[in-house]
């Protein structure tokens, strides 16, 4: 943690978790933050879908859920941006307080629900930034009192489709009730038939090969996993990321909010996260590329979610602990862990130790 933010860290840590995250996105929105200033070195680069990222490290969805500040994430030099989660109608989410740091455990626990503007309004912003370059996906979701969840699905494909780089379909968070459900296989296999014949209506507008991605929960047994790996691969889903967050709270320190209800991220959730994607990895014999989020706080800890079977990686709790001046760190230090282990692009680190981490025995 170095720069403007290790001077305004305490005062930040003493604001409730909402307004430091408001104040974070105004800071942005105002230029307050760390620019990249030369190009990342060329072993970072990753080609994928078609797209060109400068570096492998991205921002989560839960940032900036509503794509106010994509652009300036960007030039802090992130090699990628999703906003969201969106819903096609504006929600305020579960009432508050609904955000708990655990500083001991570097973690944060949620139920937000979804809180966002809704597709009309995030669209348009979306669309005004679409030519700055630069990678913006857009994470997409159901509204919690909706009646058809598939629906919502769709419209955000039709909505979103023109102008995000990518879509993720949000099937994980554990704070919308019986979201998860969709992750079984009927039901998984159902939603994503409908998804990609909304995309397939786009051919033209030439948008019929957009990515579509699919967010998955860590806390998924080994039946389940197989099942979503085989439905994903039968339906030609692009990518995966692995993984929301988790309602397990093995391991943590006690202290005042563990029992909160919610979900877990941070450092507390990288051991599983990166198990459950190392045995999807192999599950799906490397063929479905993957995103690898939960508990990225170091080069070193990007570098395992690679070697565990991720193509890119996905930060976003480190963040609040650590400040934006992370991510030049993060860079530095994986570009130094590749050239250790002899690889000069990221490419050829993936996966390497997916069977390590897949029969890795978690501790408590």
Same mark, same amino acid.
């Given at each position: 943690?170095?720069?403007?933010?290790?001077?305004?860290?305490?005062?930040?840590?003493?604001?409730?978790?909402?307004?430091?995250?408001?104040?974070?996105?105004?800071?942005?929105?105002?230029?307050?933050?760390?620019?990249?200033?030369?190009?990342?070195?060329?072993?970072?680069?990753?080609?994928?879908?078609?797209?060109?990222?400068?570096?492998?490290?991205?921002?989560?969805?839960?940032?900036?859920?509503?794509?106010?500040?994509?652009?300036?994430?960007?030039?802090?030099?992130?090699?990628?941006?999703?906003?969201?989660?969106?819903?096609?109608?504006?929600?305020?989410?579960?009432?508050?307080?609904?955000?708990?740091?655990?500083?001991?455990?570097?973690?944060?626990?949620?139920?937000?629900?979804?809180?966002?503007? /809704?597709?009309?309004?995030? @669209?348009?912003?979306?669309?005004?930034? $679409? *030519?700055?370059?630069?990678?913006? %996906?857009? #994470? &997409?979701?159901?509204?919690?009192?909706?009646?058809?969840?598939?629906?919502?699905?769709?419209?955000?494909?039709?909505?979103?489709?023109?102008?995000?780089?990518?879509?993720?379909?949000?099937?994980?968070?554990?704070?919308?009730?019986?979201?998860?459900?969709?992750?079984?296989?009927?039901?998984?296999?159902?939603?994503?038939?409908?998804?990609?014949?909304?995309?397939?209506?786009?051919?033209?507008?030439?948008?019929?090969?957009?990515?579509?991605?699919?967010?998955?929960?860590?806390?998924?047994?080994?039946?389940?996993?197989?099942?979503?790996?085989?439905?994903?691969?039968?339906?030609?889903?692009?990518?995966?990321?692995?993984?929301?967050?988790?309602?397990?709270?093995?391991?943590?320190?006690?202290?005042?909010?563990?029992?909160?209800?919610?979900?877990?991220? /941070?450092?507390?959730?990288? @051991?599983?996260?990166?198990?459950?994607? $190392? *045995?999807?990895?192999?599950?799906? %014999?490397? #063929? &479905?590329?993957?995103?690898?989020?939960?508990?990225?706080?170091?080069?070193?800890?990007?570098?395992?979610?690679?070697?565990?079977?991720?193509?890119?990686?996905?930060?976003?709790?480190?963040?609040?602990?650590?400040?934006?001046?992370?991510?030049?760190?993060?860079?530095?230090?994986?570009?130094?862990?590749?050239?250790?282990?002899?690889?000069?692009?990221?490419?050829?680190?993936?996966?390497?130790?997916?069977?390590?981490?897949?029969?890795?025995?978690?501790?408590?």
């Amino acid at each position: 943690m170095s720069g403007l933010y290790s001077l305004m860290r305490p005062f930040v840590m003493r604001l409730d978790p909402e307004q430091a995250h408001r104040l974070a996105v105004n800071a942005f929105a105002t230029g307050l933050h760390p620019r990249q200033t030369k190009p990342d070195p060329s072993a970072l680069n990753v080609n994928l879908w078609g797209l060109d990222f400068p570096n492998p490290i991205g921002m989560a969805a839960g940032f900036d859920k509503n794509c106010e500040v994509p652009d300036a994430l960007l030039a802090t030099g992130l090699g990628f941006v999703e906003v969201g989660t969106v819903t096609p109608l504006p929600q305020a989410g579960n009432p508050k307080p609904r955000v708990f740091r655990l500083a001991d455990d570097c973690g944060v626990i949620n139920r937000l629900g979804f809180n966002n503007d /809704g597709h009309t309004r995030v @669209a348009k912003r979306l669309a005004a930034r $679409a *030519r700055r370059g630069g990678i913006v %996906g857009v #994470n &997409i979701g159901a509204n919690m009192d909706s009646t058809d969840r598939h629906r919502d699905y769709e419209l955000g494909v039709s909505q979103f489709a023109a102008d995000a780089n990518f879509l993720t379909v949000n099937i994980s968070s554990p704070n919308t009730p019986g979201l998860r459900d969709l992750q079984g296989r009927d039901e998984l296999d159902r939603l994503l038939k409908t998804v990609f014949a909304a995309r397939d209506k786009m051919i033209d507008k030439d948008l019929a090969s957009r990515p579509i991605l699919l967010k998955i929960a860590p806390d998924i047994n080994e039946d389940g996993l197989k099942d979503i790996a085989e439905v994903a691969t039968k339906r030609g889903v692009d990518g995966v990321i692995v993984s929301n967050s988790t309602v397990s709270r093995d391991g943590l320190n006690p202290g005042r909010y563990v029992a909160e209800k919610g979900g877990l991220s /941070g450092r507390p959730l990288f @051991a599983l996260s990166t198990k459950i994607l $190392a *045995r999807f990895y192999l599950l799906t %014999g490397g #063929n &479905i590329p993957l995103v690898g989020v939960g508990g990225v706080e170091s080069g070193q800890t990007a570098y395992e979610k690679i070697r565990a079977g991720a193509s890119l990686v996905q930060l976003y709790t480190a963040m609040i602990f650590e400040g934006p001046d992370l991510i030049a760190e993060i860079k530095r230090d994986l570009h130094k862990c590749l050239a250790e282990d002899g690889h000069d692009l990221i490419s050829k680190a993936v996966g390497t130790a997916a069977k390590d981490w897949a029969n890795r025995e978690l501790t408590a």
